[in-house]
């Protein structure tokens, strides 16, 4: 008999990031795993939001996004990264997640093959099989994450319509170069392909590099769908203000499929965030030096306590080596083991791996979080390999 539950949800399980979330509570465990920052948001955006509750209207506001917003993130796009975007290009959603959602079920038609590098988010791939397409996976090694003309050609056939492309890209940290930028550019106009932007990360960076959308690189604007979210970009995760940008027939088609997604989103904060986008660069910049600081203490007590930690140059997140480290459990058993044992959640990196590529020797940390936790952290971290090295 068939089932009555869609196969891709019927073989679905928790998400890596909710599952350790839960294991840290259960164990009172420091979280280090799902990414957030434990910091306070810039006082700014919490007073505005707080301001649009008293002051603007609850009820539902025009269903690709406020006006004021629409305008506030083309306006900061012209500013920081020189993209001359029209607000009508733009559609708010609820978090990124929402637009990625939109975009691939705007986009994919069954037996589309779309391109989805590794590692990813895990969203990406049960999204483009609900939708009928077929992830086809171009796994990026440790501890570059390059992108390749050949990986690419290799994956392309004539099937491929899309292209998922995560820069800077979670869990790795990395920042693909503007070769890199160009290379994917060429296989898109080539092949004729779309690519789904997931920039969510474009202001995490520590580089000290201006972001450079791919949607920046000649001939790609008409077939970029670049997705930002405020959720990363203040470290506000729990609003899930997030939004999707693409010209033409390409934004029409976006904001069909989020008007029966979510339809819009919650209003205040979108009030919120179009106060918070128009700032003065210096309020993103302290928020960065903080996370910075957090990234080199991290950085300094894993080394010191004798983990090998991969480059990064964004994000939220570093990534330990663990068979450099002396440590030979893999990345997954060092999770389950840390979060019950040393009571620090992590997350294992093959978790965000497709299949059989899934390097199994690397962790994530998620570092925004305040100086004591993360020196505890450490602290209970170097025990437990000082444990495991016997
Ligand atoms: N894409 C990537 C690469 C992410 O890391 C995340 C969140 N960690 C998202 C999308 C989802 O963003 P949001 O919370 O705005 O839905
Ligand atoms: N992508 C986030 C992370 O890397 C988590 C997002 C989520 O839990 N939905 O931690």
Not at 44 to 66: D, F, H, N, T, V
Not at 96 to 118: K, M, N, R
Not at 180 to 209: K, P, S
């Amino acid at each position: 008999m068939k089932s009555r539950i869609h196969p891709v949800y019927a073989e679905m399980e928790r998400t890596v990031f909710d599952r350790m979330s839960a294991l840290a509570r259960e164990h009172g465990a420091i979280n280090l795993g799902q990414g957030f920052p434990d910091g306070p948001p810039p006082p700014a955006l919490i007073e505005a939001a707080a301001r649009a509750l008293q002051e603007k209207s609850s009820q539902y506001p025009p269903g690709a996004g406020l006006a004021e917003l629409r305008e506030a993130i083309c306006a900061y796009y012209a500013r920081r990264q020189g993209l001359a975007l029209a607000p009508e290009q733009v559609t708010v959603t609820s978090g990124a997640t929402e637009a990625l959602a939109a975009a691939v079920s705007a986009l994919v038609q069954p037996g589309d093959e779309v391109i989805l590098f590794q590692p990813a988010y895990d969203a990406y791939a049960p999204t483009v099989r609900r939708a009928g397409g077929v992830p086809v996976s171009i796994p990026l090694s440790p501890p570059h994450f390059r992108y390749t003309a050949e990986a690419l050609a290799a994956a392309i056939t004539p099937a491929t319509r899309l292209l998922m492309f995560n820069d800077p890209l979670n869990p790795a940290g990395t920042v693909a170069s503007h070769a890199e930028l160009e290379t994917i550019a060429r296989a898109c106009v080539e092949h004729d392909l779309v690519a789904v932007c997931d920039e969510v990360w474009e202001d995490v960076r520590f580089d000290g590099v201006a972001h450079r959308s791919l949607a920046a690189v000649p001939g790609m604007a008409e077939r970029t769908v670049k997705i930002g979210s405020a959720g990363k970009i203040f470290g506000l995760t729990g609003w899930k203000i997030g939004w999707m940008i693409a010209q033409g027939e390409l934004a029409t088609a976006l904001q069909r499929a989020h008007q029966f997604l979510t339809y819009a989103t919650a209003v205040p904060l979108q009030w919120a965030v179009a106060e918070g986008l128009a700032l003065p660069d210096a309020v993103l910049a302290d928020q960065r030096a903080e996370w910075n600081a957090a990234r080199e203490r991290l950085r300094n007590g894993l080394a010191a306590a004798g983990f090998v930690v991969l480059p990064n140059a964004a994000t939220w997140f570093l990534n330990v080596d663990l068979g450099a480290s002396g440590i030979s459990l893999c990345d997954s058993e060092f999770s389950e083991r840390a979060v019950a044992e040393a009571g620090v959640a992590t997350v294992p990196v093959s978790a965000l791996y497709q299949g059989e590529a899934a390097p199994r020797h690397l962790v994530r940390f998620c570092f925004t979080k305040p100086a004591e936790v993360l020196d505890e952290a450490v602290f209970r971290l170097a025990r437990f390999r000082e444990r495991l090295l016997g």
